[in-house]
Structure formats: structure tokens, C-alpha cells
């Protein structure tokens, strides 16, 4: 087996960054509930509210900074082949200096047509307005996934889960699915650990370690890079 390490993250990471969860929220956002600004049936009753929905978590996004569990997990390129498949649809792994970065629920720094879902386009301001139009003169939406939409790029984390060396599994509840069903995919015998400031449900052969992600991943990371198991 290949010693291949991957990540697999959620908002508890970027949370440390200062980035709210839909759980801080309470599921509200101003009068909306979540599903009212996350939703295809949203964008078809009331795009200009989903539009700004997005526009304020983007500019959220471009004023947070990498914390140091987002920097571990780069650092740990420099001697590991590491893929980080992230439920975040911020840019912080990427900023942090990972190479190898998996969003199954899109990038928030993107846009996508609303009749080709082909069509991508990275951002060149913090908004998207209506009236911005893709080459086939539709609509400009997020590039995120809504509820009642696909999650991406399955079949390819999974081959990474299948040939990962060491798991580490940090900043999810692990009950968004299908991306939490990731886990079940690891091979038996692989190093394998989940990372939680709160006692949770611990998958079977995973080692819980618990802490904040700033904390616990630096502490792995150096571990490994030491060349010891974390402790």
C-alpha cells in the first residue's frame, strides 16, 4: 500500500477560521430558513435572496485566513502524498498550500451556468448579481451544491479512501450524507483517526482523539512527519 494520507474535512475546520456553520446559524439566516436560500425550489421562487445569501457567506470567505490545522495538513505534502476531500465549499485548504483538494459540495469562489452545468467560472469579484450571464446568456449561480442536488465527485474519493495508508477525518458530524459514508471505505488495516472537540459517534476503527482541529491536526502532523503514530 501506497503511504498515502487523506483528509477527509468539514465546517468544524473552517469554523476555527471564524467561517459560520449552518448549525451556528441555528438553520436561520436573517428570516430564511436554510432550506429557503439552499435549494433549487429557492433559486426558482427568489434568486436575488439566494444570490445575496451567497455573496455575504463569499465575502465571509475572502476576509477568513487558514488556521493551523489547514496548514498541518499542507505541511504534511512535503514528505506524504495527501488528498484532502473537504464538504467546505471555502478556498482554505488551497490558500493553506494543499495541491490535492476534493469539494463534493462545490466552491463557493465559483460560479456556474443555470442551464449547463458544464460551465464553471472562477470569480473575478466577491459577487454575483443577477443580470451576470454565463457565454450562453443564462443566469450565473453559485457553484455550490443545494440541497436535493448531487454531491460530486463520489467515485473518485472513494478510490482515494480505498488506497489511503492513514485517514484522518476532522471537522464533521459524520451524518451529511452521502459524503459521510466515505469513511466505510477505508481499508482495515489503515491508520485511521477522527478529530472532535465533543464526544460523537466514533466509526468502527477509527481512534478519536479529541481537541479543536487548530490543536489535534498539528499534533498528528508532527507525528507523522517525526515518523511516530500520534499519541
Known sequence: MTD????LTGAGVSAESGLKTFRDMGGLWNEYAIEDVASPEA???NPATVLSFYNERRCAVLDAKPNAAHLA?????QRFDVVVITQNIDDLHERAGSTSVIHVH????K?????DAGLFYRLQKSTIELGDLCEQGSQLRPDVVWFGENVRFMSECEEHLRSASRVVVVGTSLTVYPA???VQKAPFDAEKYLVSPEPQKVPYGFRFLRGPA????PRIATCWLEG????
Open 4 to 7: 498515502k494520507l487523506v483528509f
Open 43 to 45: 433559486w426558482r421562487k
Open 73 to 77: 495538513i499542507a505541511g504534511l505534502e
Open 106 to 109: 462545490g466552491e463557493i469562489l
Open 111 to 115: 460560479a456556474r451556468s443555470t442551464i
Open 180 to 182: 459521510a459514508g466515505l
Open 214 to 217: 487548530s490543536t489535534v491536526v
Open 228 to 231: 511516530r503514530k500520534p499519541v
